[in-house]
């Protein structure tokens, strides 16, 4: 895990944590499920902490928090707060807590724990050199079809416009507040809330390894990753 030491302490870094975890399965909050021993989260901000950033603010399901605090004391230095019912309740109440000197500001799942601190560089950087709204994606590498719902195909979309989204997404703290201050609950990621303002946001390339944590499949893949990065 390689730091950048030239990133400045103006940044602040969200990380929402609150999620159930359905798509994973049983086993409680997705943020506390285990990747080579450790929690999810611990894993993200430890790379979190890495990228050199003033301030981590972790969004925590409400009934977690105090020991998500205890987690995390030997990790880094972060906020806990409680998480809300949606992603965006939880982004919220983790941006409420930001001190207002911070005037970068990132949005990071805790369920892409393995987001390497150079693209949480990249992206703060972006922010930085004057863009209001930066988000790391990747090529879509699969044929993708649109489908009715009675499963019949109504036509395939033309791939090479179409890119997939990871976190860390990073703003200027006015325009992430005012996406929050406008936004209905209509979309999961931050960077879609800007969007309905009418503010560009400008796409830097992702990484492999900033994959969201998602399904049962996605832990394999994970620990695989893991694996070969502590390998290298
Ligand atoms: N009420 C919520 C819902 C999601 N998240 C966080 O948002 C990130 C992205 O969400 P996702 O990966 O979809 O997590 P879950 O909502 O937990 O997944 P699922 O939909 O399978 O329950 C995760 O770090 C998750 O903890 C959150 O802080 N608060
Ligand atoms: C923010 C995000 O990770 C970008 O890809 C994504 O929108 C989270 O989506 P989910 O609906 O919570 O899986």
Same mark, same amino acid.
């Given at each position: ?12 870094? $969200? ?19 285990? $990747? ?34 205890? $987690? ?14 949606? &992603? ?30 150079? $693209? ?7 922010? &930085? ?33 179409? &890119? ?69």
């Amino acid at each position: 895990m390689t730091a950048r030491p030239d990133l400045r302490g103006d940044v602040a870094v $969200l990380v929402p944590a609150a999620g159930l975890g359905v798509r994973l399965g049983p086993g409680g909050p997705k943020a506390l499920r285990l $990747l080579s021993g450790e929690p999810l989260l611990v894993h993200a901000v430890r790379r979190v902490a890495a990228a050199g950033v003033g301030c981590v603010v972790v969004a925590a399901p409400p009934s977690e928090v105090e020991a998500v605090r205890e $987690l995390l004391s030997g990790v880094a230095t972060a906020t806990v707060v409680a998480g809300g019912a949606t &992603r965006q309740h939880s982004v919220s109440a983790a941006l409420a807590a930001v001190p207002a000197n911070f005037e970068i500001i990132l949005v990071h799942d805790a369920a892409r724990a393995l987001t390497p601190p150079s $693209l949480i560089v990249e992206v703060a950087e972006a922010v &930085r050199g004057g863009h209001d709204a930066v988000i790391p994606v990747l090529p879509v590498v699969d044929t993708i079809k649109e489908v009715s719902a009675s499963g019949a195909v109504v036509g395939t979309v033309d791939r090479s416009v179409l &890119r997939a989204v990871q976190t860390p997404q990073g703003f200027r703290r006015r325009v992430l507040a005012a996406a929050h201050a406008a936004a209905v609950d209509e979309h999961t990621d931050d960077a879609g809330m800007v969007e309905k303002l009418g503010i560009t946001v400008h796409c830097v390339p992702g990484d492999e390894a900033a994959m969201k944590i998602t399904r049962p499949v996605d832990l394999v893949i994970a620990e695989a990753l893991l694996a070969r990065t502590l390998a290298s």
